[in-house]
């Protein structure tokens, strides 16, 4: 377990813990949403947003047990990719639906959030790079890996906290 396996084990698992927590804390929400992004029959979105939520959780947990590393960058790299494809999806519908991914945001999905998702895909990647056998080095000096889990706990709040920040510079603009 490297430096680079560090970093985006706490990136990764950080942004999905809290989109996780902010699904089951308003799921019914969350559950309403589903439909405005994809196109699908009511009744299908409550299973959809459980396998979402479910899969959402089980991210952190794979990537914080180091042999099972490469699954929860699978799983998460499988889940961004759907993101992103319902997100452009979405957009080129001319939806505007808001996004769900952090909580109940007002912020419209646009190209930020692709933008978002391709780090975090991106992420995900050289997490599973980094966990194949051969992919990463023995276990990193404290030090190192301390300065590189602080890396990705910073990258992962500046992702968790993208709309509020360009909220913040879009009204003194």
Request: positive net charge; charged residues 5%; aromatic residues 4%.
């Given at each position: 377990m490297g430096y680079a396996y560090v970093g985006c084990a706490c990136l990764v698992g950080l942004v999905f813990v809290a989109s996780a927590v902010s699904k089951f804390r308003d799921f019914a929400g969350?559950?309403?949403?589903?439909?405005?992004?994809?196109?699908?029959?009511?009744?299908?979105?409550?299973?959809?947003?459980?396998?979402v939520a479910g899969a959402e959780t089980a991210v952190p947990i794979l990537v914080a047990v180091p042999p099972l590393g490469a699954l929860g960058f699978t799983?998460?790299?499988?889940?961004?990719?759907?993101?992103?494809?319902?997100?452009?999806?979405?957009?080129?519908r001319g939806r505007r639906s808001s996004c769900r991914c952090f909580g109940a945001s007002d912020a419209p999905l646009g190209a930020r959030h692709l933008a978002r998702n391709g780090v975090l895909l991106a992420a995900a990647c050289a997490g599973v790079a980094a966990a194949v056998?051969?992919?990463?080095?023995?276990?990193?000096?404290?030090?190192?890996?301390?300065?590189a889990g602080v890396a990705g706990l910073v990258g992962a709040l500046l992702i968790i906290t993208l709309d509020d920040i360009v909220d913040l510079f879009a009204r003194t603009a």
């Open positions: 969350f559950v309403a949403s589903v439909p405005r992004l994809v196109p699908m029959p009511i009744g299908r979105a409550r299973p959809i947003a459980v396998l799983v998460a790299a499988m889940l961004l990719l759907a993101f992103t494809v319902a997100i452009a999806g979405a957009l080129r056998p051969g992919g990463a080095a023995a276990s990193p000096p404290l030090a190192g890996g301390v300065i």
